[in-house]
């Protein structure tokens, strides 16, 4: 009789193991490929940050590969940064393009800055492609300037990043 009770007892702590083991595999698997590619792209990301971003129910896939893109450019802006900016309701993707192309036209754009522009709900990117164009004709404007010629000539732009949302 008291065999027969250790057999179960065992059993029953073999099922609970199992299921532990597959809950965890549920939650650490989705996010696996993208640690990843974040660890095999110098774009370090901790396994524990990107389950900690699944669980909030943010999209780590963004993050992750707007996170590389930032890397390869030179740019170490942290994944917090981009998640916070992400949760506030911001694209990550298009503030990372924006500044990949300012700085590859040598202007000085900064993430809280692009950031900024973005949560105001201005398209950043067309915002950043202007001030390129404006440097490239040759008058020195500043990202300023552009956002208020682009609010008083009334450019749809302008507010394109709101209907986006």
Not at 27 to 54: E, Q, T
Not at 106 to 111: A, D, P, R, T
């Amino acid at each position: 009789m008291v065999s027969l009770l250790a057999v179960n007892v065992g059993y029953i702590v073999a099922g609970v193991a199992i299921i532990v083991v597959l809950i965890q595999m549920a939650v650490v698997m989705p996010v696996l490929n993208l640690y990843f590619h974040a660890m095999f792209s110098n774009a370090k990301i901790d396994l524990f940050h990107l389950i900690g971003m699944r669980l909030r129910k943010t999209d780590a896939r963004t993050i992750v590969f707007s996170r590389i893109r930032a890397v390869r450019a030179g740019f170490d802006i942290p994944a917090a940064a981009m998640e916070s900016h992400h949760l506030a309701g911001g694209h990550v993707a298009a503030v990372v393009n924006a500044l990949i192309a300012c700085d590859r036209a040598g202007i000085e754009f900064s993430w809280d800055e692009a950031c900024a522009i973005d949560l105001a709900g201005i398209d950043v990117q067309e915002v950043a492609d202007r001030v390129i164009r404006t440097r490239a004709a040759g008058r020195p404007e500043d990202f300023e300037a552009v956002m208020q010629e682009m609010a008083e000539s009334g450019d749809p732009a302008f507010h394109r990043a709101r209907e986006r949302s």
